[in-house]
Structures are given as C-alpha cells and as structure tokens.
C-alpha cells in the first residue's frame, strides 16, 4: 500500500467514525424520553391546594320571643360593635308593638307572628327595648365604640 492508499484509506475511516457517532446521536432523537427535561409541574396529589373561597356567614339576627308581652327567659344584652347593622327579629303570641330606646324605633309584632328591625348602629351606648302594651323590659341593645 502506497501513502496515497494510506491517506485514502485513514480520510474513509474518519469519515466513517464522524457518521457514526453521528448517527449514533441522532438515533436518540427518536426516542421521546430521550433530551427531555424531567417534569417540574406539580402534580395534583402534591400540587399547593389553594385555599376554598366559603361564603360569607349569614347575617347576624337575634331573636326576641316574647309571651303575654313579657320576654321569654331573662332579657338579654345584645351588643353590637358601632357601625354595624342590628337586626333584631321578634315573635309574639299575642299584638304588640316594641320600642327600641336611643334609635326611636317602633316595631309593630302581629298576634302569633314576627317582625323585623334593622338599622344601623349609629348611637353608642346601652339602650333598652321594651313592650310598650307592659311597659315589659325585652332586652338591652348595647352598642360599643
């Protein structure tokens, strides 16, 4: 073999070498795991759960049951921060009308039935609310600072 064969011959195997590993690189372009990056995105077992959005509570209304005009069990005191909205629902088994002292609020209650009250707590202080057919103290309206 003469160097011209030697040089012809050495050219052919590095060609041969380079398309090789060439190919031997691009055949891992077929596989779709290959040169993927691994997945980052939470999965939903571990994914951070955002928080339930719950309705708001419902609004706050106190009762005051009331019998032969006078209050069922011991008057209460009711306390409400200033500003919010009082909302007071009373139940009678006989007409009457109810006063609420300080706010100047009347609340005709039918025999057997209910009637409501709602109003800002504008005024601070302790307030009585009472039957005005007894002059019967139902309850104390305190409203705080």
């Known amino acids: 073999m003469n160097a011209r064969q030697r040089i012809a011959f050495l050219a052919l195997a590095a060609v041969v070498l380079v398309g090789g590993v060439l190919l031997a690189r691009s055949a891992g372009d077929d596989d779709p795991k290959a040169n993927v990056p691994p997945d980052t995105t939470p999965s939903a077992a571990t994914a951070p759960r955002e928080p339930e959005r719950q309705a708001p509570p419902p609004p706050r209304v106190e009762l005051i049951r009331m019998r032969d005009r006078a209050p069922v069990g011991e008057p209460r005191t009711l306390t409400f921060d200033s500003g919010a909205t009082v909302r007071l629902r009373f139940r009678s088994d ?52």
């Open 94 to 145: 006989v007409a009457e009308e109810v006063h609420i002292h300080g706010y100047d609020k009347y609340v005709d209650v039918p025999a057997g039935g209910t009637a409501t009250a709602t109003f800002e707590a504008d005024a601070e202080g302790i307030f009585e609310i009472e039957s005005h057919g007894s002059g019967e103290l139902l309850a104390k309206l305190q409203v705080e600072p």
